[in-house]
């Protein structure tokens, strides 16, 4: 080899060493930017994602209204399945009245469905034993006046003539229409465990007493089996139980001074053709509760958001959206 190629090889042999030098110099240069920073965005995603899929557990405990009863049940079975399987929604159906002596109580429960709304001596006793309690409007219902489904001609009723016969002003078909049969009307109701009875007492017989001998029951399911086998009965309740029964009753048909209104998703509402049988029903959060057990806070906002979805097919009409809306905003900002 002549000394013109050994300075050639040599040359090329000490840049390649350069070559190599630098480029670990910038990987390590590249390396130090690294470990400067600290990239936590995939952390901060799984944060998200953990939170947003956070799995609950713990028991919700609700009792309350036999009315509101169809459509909580609905709810806590499809968040059961859908939502939080490890969370167990027990629903129960004791009365608006009585559930609320057990909402009101220590160690109470969670919710209290209700027809009505929380009367002032339940206020009172929830101050008096440090429960903060959140009204929740889930729903709107119809009271419904039923028949027997043999009963062929009492198809309309004045809001009068439902006040006489309840009011014991008349006591035959006979006395409201003398085509009528001269029959004895027997009456059926819920008693008075129930925010129906109280609301049919106060709104539709405007605080005066039922009188005669009607039938007063603690079970819906009982009700709607009495009437069924009575051909001269007549009895209130709401418009689900009418909904699930079509066999077994018939809706009456209400004026209310404008031509005859029957019940439906679509005349019930505080502004439609049955408001004047329309109220709103409610759950009664215990925010105590929310605080201390997340799943009853999850299960609250879950209810806020959802009744709406479920209010057809249980027998109720939707509240307005923005009033659902602000219901959810409020039952999130507990802390």
């Known amino acids: 080899m002549n000394i013109k190629k050994l300075l050639m090889l040599l040359f090329v042999a000490a840049l390649a060493?350069?070559?190599?030098?630098c480029g670990s110099g910038a990987d390590e240069e590249n390396t130090d930017e690294t470990e400067g920073t600290e990239d936590t965005s995939g952390e901060e995603a799984g944060e998200e994602n953990a939170e947003a899929s956070e799995e609950l557990e713990g028991s919700v405990v609700i009792d309350g209204s036999g009315t509101v009863y169809p459509l909580m049940s609905r709810l806590a079975e499809e968040y059961m399945i859908n939502e939080q399987p490890n969370v167990s929604v027990e629903v129960s159906r004791a009365g608006t009245s009585a559930g609320f002596e057990k909402f009101l109580?220590?160690?109470?429960?969670?919710?209290?469905?209700?027809?009505?709304?929380?009367?002032?001596?339940?206020?009172?006793?929830?101050?008096?034993?440090?429960?903060?309690v959140m009204e929740i409007k889930v729903a709107?219902?119809?009271?419904?006046?039923?028949?027997?489904?043999?009963?062929?001609f009492a198809k309309e009723l004045t809001a009068e003539e439902v006040q006489d016969i309840f009011l014991g002003n008349v006591t035959k078909w006979s006395e409201i229409n003398p085509?009528?049969?001269?029959?004895?009307?027997?009456?059926?109701?819920?008693?008075?465990?129930h925010g129906t009875y109280e609301f049919f007492y106060e709104e539709i017989l405007e605080e005066q007493d039922l009188v005669g001998d009607i039938d007063l029951q603690?079970?819906?399911?009982?009700?709607?089996?009495?009437?069924?086998?009575?051909?001269?009965a007549i009895g209130f309740f709401g418009f689900g139980y009418y909904d699930a029964n079509q066999d077994k009753v018939?809706?009456?048909?209400?004026?209310?001074?404008?031509g005859a209104v029957v019940p439906s998703l679509d005349t019930i509402g505080e502004e439609g053709p049955y408001a004047d049988y329309t109220r709103p029903v409610f759950?009664?959060?215990?925010?105590?509760?929310?605080?201390?057990?997340?799943?009853?806070?999850?299960?609250?906002?879950?209810?806020?958001?959802?009744?709406?979805?479920?209010?057809?097919?249980?027998?109720?009409?939707?509240?307005?959206?923005?009033e659902a809306q602000a219901q959810l905003e409020e039952i999130q900002a507990i802390q």
Not at 17 to 21: E, F, P, R, S, Y
Not at 220 to 230: F, G, K, Q
């Open 17 to 21: 060493v350069m070559l190599v030098a």
């Open 105 to 132: 109580a220590e160690n109470g429960t969670d919710f209290n469905d209700a027809s009505r709304v929380i009367k002032e001596e339940e206020q009172a006793k929830a101050d008096e034993l440090g429960i903060e």
């Open 140 to 152: 709107l219902d119809g009271l419904t006046i039923v028949t027997n489904p043999e009963n062929d």
């Open 179 to 193: 085509d009528w049969p001269d029959e004895k009307i027997q009456t059926y109701g819920p008693n008075e465990n």
């Open 218 to 232: 603690q079970e819906y399911s009982t009700l709607v089996t009495l009437i069924s086998e009575d051909k001269n």
């Open 250 to 258: 018939q809706a009456v048909g209400i004026d209310f001074g404008e």
């Open 283 to 322: 759950t009664y959060l215990n925010v105590n509760n929310a605080k201390e057990k997340a799943q009853v806070k999850n299960y609250a906002e879950y209810v806020a958001e959802s009744a709406n979805e479920f209010a057809g097919e249980t027998g109720f009409a939707p509240i307005p959206e923005e």
